[in-house]
């Protein structure tokens, strides 16, 4: 079965970029969506189809794919970044999610 | 404006049945390339997906899960239903259910609004 791989943590300073990766065999040719999870609260789209954000993300989200690798890109991090973010891909008619990354800022 | 609830027992006893309800608003479940999904957490883990029913009332399920998971539609209330058989400690976990936007288009699909979630714990 088809496998996506984060890294467990990610820390930044605020102001500074964040990147986040998530890691699959030939991950380009498969879309990548991402979503913020807090504490307490439902999981949240903030990437969908590699590169697209849905309306009310800000634009410092951004995300790519290519190869093996999809990266959500964070900018200007915010202590309201804070959270874990999770990969997610298509296998045929399965839905795949990484392992998830937690992103500390401090 | 597309709302999802979960509902449902908060703790079930090992070997028990699980029944979970999902009701909607703000979209038909008729409608072409849109799906409602479940997705569970357990404590300090990873997103896990469970299944899914489409507009056509086509159920997708985990592999892992295939023998035990059950997900149905009754498209005139509005609600996914999902029954889970013979549940076990390790099923604990927060349970979701969510909606698919271009569900089944070529892997486009993704989980564009979701439920608050429901914790459900399996204990005696």
């Known amino acids: 079965s088809y496998k996506l791989t984060q890294p467990p943590s990610v820390s930044v300073s605020p102001g500074q970029t964040a990147s986040i990766t998530c890691s699959g065999d030939k991950l380009e040719e498969r879309y990548v969506c991402w979503y913020q999870q807090k504490p307490g609260q439902a999981p949240l789209l903030v990437i969908y189809?590699?590169?697209k954000r849905p309306s009310g993300i800000p634009e410092r989200l951004s995300g790519s794919n290519s190869g093996n690798t999809a990266t959500l890109t964070i900018s200007g991090t915010q202590t309201m970044d804070e959270a874990d973010y999770f990969c997610q891909a298509w296998d045929s008619t399965t839905v795949v999610f990484g392992g998830g990354t937690k992103l500390t800022v401090l | 404006q597309v709302t999802l609830r979960e509902s449902g027992p908060v703790l079930v006893k090992p070997t028990q049945t699980l029944t979970l309800t999902c009701t909607f608003s703000?979209?038909?479940?008729?409608?072409?390339?849109?799906?409602v999904s479940w997705i569970r957490k357990p404590p300090g883990r990873a997103l896990e997906w469970l299944g899914f029913?489409?507009?056509?009332?086509?159920?997708y399920s985990r592999t892992s899960l295939k023998t035990r998971l059950t997900i149905s539609k009754d498209t005139s209330k509005n609600q996914v239903v999902l029954t889970m058989t013979n549940m076990d400690p390790s099923d604990t976990a927060t349970y979701y259910c969510?909606?698919?936007?271009?569900?089944?288009?070529?892997?486009?699909?993704?989980?564009?609004?979701w439920g608050q979630g429901t914790l459900v714990t399996v204990s005696s």
């Open positions: 969510a909606r698919i936007g271009r569900c089944l288009v070529g892997g486009e699909g993704h989980f564009d609004y």
């Open positions: 029913i489409d507009w056509d009332e086509d159920a």
């Open positions: 703000g979209f038909s479940l008729n409608t072409n390339r849109l799906c």
């Open positions: 189809q590699d590169t």
